[in-house]
């Protein structure tokens, strides 16, 4: 596979990876000429002092103008407007010394984290290793050391690993994705990203050893996109282009598959899909236990063929990517570029906006929660480039990489890490397909057809490519050099900078032609606004500099045009150039300078690494790895380590690549689970029979306390009549099961049940303790009549899951203030000992305004390394704290994959308000039923800080999976309703 060995990084990385066991704000913003929407002389003026005078400057004009006492001399407008840009630049300036003191605020806090977590996980060492330990904290900043890996065992991957059966799923959500003729530049979603995944796509299913591969993405009906975006299905290829194609079923290949989600009519920005990405986790939870079906007929030997990985693709499908990767226990691999923090970032230090302008018009803060839980989940992160790692993930409270690596150190000699975890990053430089480079012709020849076409001589129609000519006719010189761009008019590709240098430089215009390739567009006025603003500013800047004849920015070009755009400039001896303000990789770049074209780029970003750093250098210290990950079914784990830094410098890539994979072997009998192991078990179908046997389960979720945090009797009314609505029609109440999904642990949920009368035999599940723990009445009984918790689950949630240190630290971060300074007053927490159990731990509320918000205390566990999900419940009296793959609503995906019964096919019962995962239970394919009045008061107060992410980014405004009834409803109203939302999404 000559010019895709990215690919066998790609595989080699995920095989390797695993754990080791004015408002002055709107002022500024005026003059953000980028931006705005036409250009306007004044404030670009206006940017231009406030960027480069110095203030002292300022105030000294200002002050002139005030003391001329002639009226006549004096000018008010000079005096105003020489005012009001001296105030803006010193609110620019106390702008920046925020941000000083926000950002070391941040890195005090992560040093706080770090230096709590060297003290909890010394106390277990010995007084050697405890200086082992700390010296790598201290040292990791030193030269990296250099690991010799051993070869001597190492098969290669295209040899032996045919036999492997892999199913692979990818994950990108926004954008417009088909395999042909992509709609590239079409709008900021549907960028260079596409083509990345769907390329990876085709390759990993040429791959040996790889038998289906499926790219998830949003299916879309509407007349405002083609038709083909419509289509559930699309293949892309066939199986490994090496095999002989004997044994491959139909399923072989590569596949996009389309899940209907959000508004069906609609092609939705990325900003306004966060609502509804619930709904297509379900959507595609469906769709892989139907196929690993599939794939265990045709390959399993008739046992279910799971995925061997998840693979999300920016921000949304990695938040998607953490909820299938929980629901179906297989490793999660997450791609990310331009990150929200990252992006945040930058826009704080233009101050040109304001936070709270930034988040509405990005969704950024639901975009950074997004990206943490990725991380939370990851077991390893793919970067394109070094300052990836470095200068956007290290920003993320998730990641540290001095303390990966003291974790990894740990891991490495078997200490005990406390639950502690931070995901592996590994550099893999995007690959590009050279087949379409064509090698250099005459340049005589080409010349000579140049001139044809451009006189008109009668020049060959196959000659010259249609594009070419797209693009001479705005030139007066066609044969001059060109200068070449390439990216979607987008206002952080900084292309309206490109051309007021060209049309400030006479020499360079005199010289050069400039080509702007910006996207494919019908008309301005339909586009998106910063898209819109960019091509408007380009137009005037075009004519003010008077650029005719000089520029070229063709309308339209279809992919299969962009190997000829970058041919055309090698011929005419140009240049391509990237002048981005951050380029996260710049996959351009590469294809450029395969075209023959020199390169000019930003120094922000990818290529930096691009110019300087060799492919031999891209998957250094990634080692001690020990990801047991399902292949056909069966457990397998990578029992041998690799070192990139034994290959040498001169040695070519393809040596490199085989010897990149290490042997993956059969777990021996006897050998001790791994923390990661995660495949979906299949007990015996005879232990459940009747949740086994149900079509629909009604899951009552409803979070009525009293002030106490006693359950209310309201939840018994409402489920005697939820019994009485299902008995109406004999035959739907036989397939009709029920749950009770609650705050409570099982000893007090069922002395509340006996209280009010109701047998814990008419419900087929009890999803206890925040859905830390499931039960199935009438099994795995005891002698005393207990019931125990399935196992199963138990064993499903333990991932990650660091008990002993947590409780430690949530003690100390809640009775420290956020200063850093320890409280000299009694806790406001005690343990709540009745209600904890190996998978919950349960804190009692003693003084409610001192609690700190789910927010910060989610933002100070991930800095400490610590997964896990916190939620205050039952009006507020306690904090719950349980494992990262345990929630009420993950609990009920796991009743999907483990009994089948599909989420569709669950209506759950809400109050109008709950606990702090109360919004995590109302999105998704499941029908939710708001029952009005009957809950007072919830816990949702202390979920988010100030400027966190909004209600309205969870919840979907409109669905019609939601509806509405009064509390006191009777039965016969019930009944109704339910079948009302039993047809919607039908």
Request: hydrophobic share 35%; with cysteine; charged share 30%.
């Amino acid at each position: 596979m000559a010019g895709n060995e990215w690919i066998n990084g790609y595989l080699e990385a995920i095989l390797d990876s695993g754990a080791a066991a004015i408002d002055e704000n709107k002022a500024i913003s005026s003059v953000n000429l980028r931006e705005a929407s036409h250009f306007n002389p004044t404030k670009y003026f206006v940017e231009e002092v406030v960027t480069g005078v110095d203030e002292t400057d300022l105030h000294r004009t200002w002050i002139k103008v005030v003391a001329t006492r002639n009226t006549r001399e004096r000018s008010s407008r000079l005096e105003n407007m020489c005012w009001r840009i001296w105030h803006l630049t010193r609110k620019k300036k106390q702008l920046e010394l925020e941000d000083i003191q926000r950002l070391a605020k941040r890195r005090w806090e992560r040093e706080q984290g770090r230096k709590d977590v060297t003290e909890d996980m010394s106390e277990d060492l010995s007084e050697g290793e405890k200086g082992d330990v700390l010296g790598e904290a201290v040292s990791l900043d030193s030269p990296r050391k250099k690991f010799q890996r051993n070869f001597s065992n190492l098969e290669v991957w295209s040899e032996k690993n045919k036999e492997k059966k892999l199913y692979v799923v990818l994950i990108s959500l926004h954008g417009l994705v088909r395999g042909d003729n992509m709609e590239l530049g079409r709008d900021s979603d549907t960028g260079g990203q596409i083509k990345y995944v769907v390329e990876l796509a085709k390759a990993l299913a040429k791959m040996p050893g790889v038998y289906r591969v499926d790219l998830f993405t949003r299916q879309i009906s509407s007349p405002e996109v083609d038709w083909s975006y419509g289509e559930p299905t699309e293949m892309l290829n066939t199986g490994p282009e090496d095999g002989d194609g004997a044994d491959l079923g139909e399923s072989c290949g590569a596949y996009i598959v389309r899940i209907p989600f959000g508004p069906r009519d609609k092609y939705l920005r990325k900003e306004l899909l966060w609502p509804h990405l619930q709904e297509f986790v379900d959507g595609a939870l469906a769709h892989i236990l139907n196929m690993s079906k599939v794939l265990g007929e045709q390959i399993g030997g008739g046992h279910p063929v799971w995925p061997y990985v998840i693979h999300g693709h920016y921000a949304d499908a990695g938040d998607s990517a953490a909820l299938l990767s929980g629901a179906l226990n297989v490793p999660m691999v997450l791609t990310g570029h331009s990150l929200g923090r990252n992006k945040l970032e930058q826009l704080l230090k233009q101050g040109r906006q304001s936070k709270e302008d930034i988040n509405s018009t990005y969704k950024i803060m639901r975009r950074i929660e997004a990206e943490e839980l990725s991380l939370d989940a990851a077991e390893l992160v793919i970067t394109s480039t070094k300052q990836e790692i470095d200068e956007q993930w290290g920003l993320y409270d998730g990641f540290d990489v001095k303390l990966e690596k003291v974790l990894r150190a740990r891991a490495r000699r078997g200490v005990n890490c406390h639950g502690r975890y931070m995901p592996r990053m590994a550099v893999i430089p995007p690959g590009m397909d050279f087949s379409n480079v064509i090698a250099q012709e005459d340049t005589a020849e080409v010349d000579g057809e140049l001139v044809a076409l451009t006189n008109g001589d009668g020049a060959s129609p196959k000659a010259l490519p249609p594009i070419w000519s797209e693009v001479m006719r705005f030139l007066t010189n066609p044969h001059k050099p060109m200068i070449l761009a390439l990216s979607r008019p987008d206002p952080k590709k900084n292309i309206t900078t490109l051309v007021k240098a060209f049309g400030e430089c006479r020499p360079l215009r005199e010289l050069a032609n400039l080509t702007l390739i910006m996207g494919n567009r019908d008309d301005i006025d339909e586009m998106s606004g910063g898209n819109a603003s960019v091509l408007t500013t380009v137009l005037k800047l075009i004519d003010k500099y008077d650029l005719y004849g000089q520029v070229a920015f063709p309308k339209h070009h279809k992919q299969v045009d962009v190997p000829e755009i970058y041919r055309l400039a090698a011929k005419t001896k140009g240049v391509f150039i990237n002048p981005a303000f951050i380029e996260p990789f710049g996959l351009t770049l590469i294809e450029a300078a395969a075209h023959g074209l020199p390169m000019v780029a930003t120094k922000n970003g990818g290529p930096v690494d691009i110019h300087r750093e060799s492919f031999n250098d891209s998957l250094k210290d990634v080692q001690d790895m020990s990801l047991r990950l399902s292949v056909d079914g069966e457990k397998t784990s990578l029992t041998e380590s690799l070192d990139m830094a034994a290959v040498s410098d001169d040695r070519q890539l393809q040596d490199q690549v085989e010897r990149v994979l290490s042997r993956m072997k059969r777990q021996e009998p006897g050998a001790p689970d791994s923390e990661v192991d995660r495949k979906p078990t299949d007990n015996s179908p005879s232990k459940y029979p009747m949740l086994r046997r149900r079509r629909r389960l009604i899951v009552v979720a409803l979070d009525c306390y009293d002030s106490r945090g006693n359950p209310e009797k309201k939840m018994i009314q409402i489920v005697q009549e939820l019994f009485k609505a299902i008995k109406l029609d004999p035959q739907i109440a036989r397939l009709t099961g029920f749950a009770i999904s609650t705050a409570m642990p099982i000893s007090e949920l069922m002395e509340f049940l006996k209280s009010g009368n109701v047998k814990v035999n008419d419900f087929d599940a009890l999803i206890c303790s925040s859905g830390s723990e499931v039960y199935y009445p009438g099994t795995y009984s005891e002698e005393d009549g207990k019931i125990c918790p399935d196992p199963d689950y138990a064993s499903h949630i333990e991932y990650r899951w660091g008990s002993d240190g947590l409780k430690k630290t949530i003690w100390k971060l809640m009775n420290t203030s956020e200063g850093g300074e320890a409280k000299s007053n009694r806790s406001p927490i005690e343990e709540d000992v009745k209600s904890n159990n190996s998978h919950c731990i349960s804190f009692l509320i003693k003084d409610l305004s001192r609690a700190k918000k789910v927010d910060y205390m989610r933002q100070k566990l991930r800095m400490r390394g610590l997964r896990c999900h916190v939620m205050y419940c039952r009006n507020s009296t306690r904090m719950q704290v349980i494992p990262l793959l345990a929630s009420r609503s993950q609990a009920l995906r796991y009743l999907f994959v483990r009994w089948r019964l599909n989420v569709a096919n669950m209506f759950v019962i809400l109050g109008e308000t709950g606990d702090t995962d109360y919004e995590e239970l109302i999105g998704g394919t499941h029908k939710t039923l708001v029952m009005k009045g009957v809950t007072e008061k919830g816990s949702e107060e202390l979920l988010r800080t100030a400027g966190s992410y909004l209600r309205d980014d969870m919840i979907p405004g409109e669905s019609p999976f939601l509806a509405h009834l009064n509390g006191d409803a009777r039965a016969e109203e019930i009944a109704n309703t339910l079948r009302q939302l039993s047809k919607a999404g039908m």
